[in-house]
């Protein structure tokens, strides 16, 4: 059973900014790409850096480790087609951001 808990409040989050936040102990970034809301893992999956000091540039996230970026969108990297970086569910509900694990 899916279980749904409170993040934030979409206005937490400037559009086209993320900002980091830890959910029962799990980092996740979210993402405000041109109002849409994106949730993905705060650690890389090349060498496992944390992602949330790299820019956010449209809908990648650059790794401050190598450098390689990041879709949040979709989870692919441009950079090496074997890397997904992982997304988290996200629902919307008003103004409200909650995650489903
Ligand atoms: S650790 Fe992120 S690109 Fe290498």
Same mark, same amino acid.
């Given at each position: 059973?899916? $279980? #749904?808990?409170?993040?934030?409040? +979409?206005?937490?989050?400037? %559009?086209?900014?993320? #900002?980091?936040?830890?959910?029962?102990?799990?980092?996740?970034?979210?993402?405000?790409? #041109?109002?849409?809301? *994106?949730?993905?893992?705060?650690?890389?999956?090349? #060498?496992?850096?944390?992602?949330? !000091?790299?820019? /956010?540039?449209?809908? *990648? /996230?650059?790794?401050?480790?190598?450098? *390689?970026?990041?879709?949040? +969108?979709?989870? $692919?990297?441009?950079?090496?087609?074997? %890397?997904?970086?992982? !997304?988290?569910?996200?629902? !919307? $509900?008003?103004?409200? %951001?909650?995650?489903?694990?």
């Amino acid at each position: 059973m899916s $279980e #749904k808990t409170f993040i934030c409040v +979409t206005s937490d989050i400037p %559009l086209n900014d993320y #900002k980091l936040f830890s959910v029962d102990v799990i980092d996740i970034i979210i993402c405000n790409i #041109k109002g849409q809301f *994106y949730g993905v893992s705060n650690f890389c999956p090349h #060498k496992g850096v944390v992602l949330s !000091r790299g820019p /956010l540039q449209g809908k *990648y /996230l650059t790794c401050s480790g190598h450098g *390689y970026r990041f879709d949040v +969108t979709s989870g $692919e990297c441009p950079d090496d087609k074997d %890397l997904e970086l992982p !997304r988290f569910n996200l629902i !919307r $509900e008003g103004d409200a %951001l909650y995650v489903s694990f």
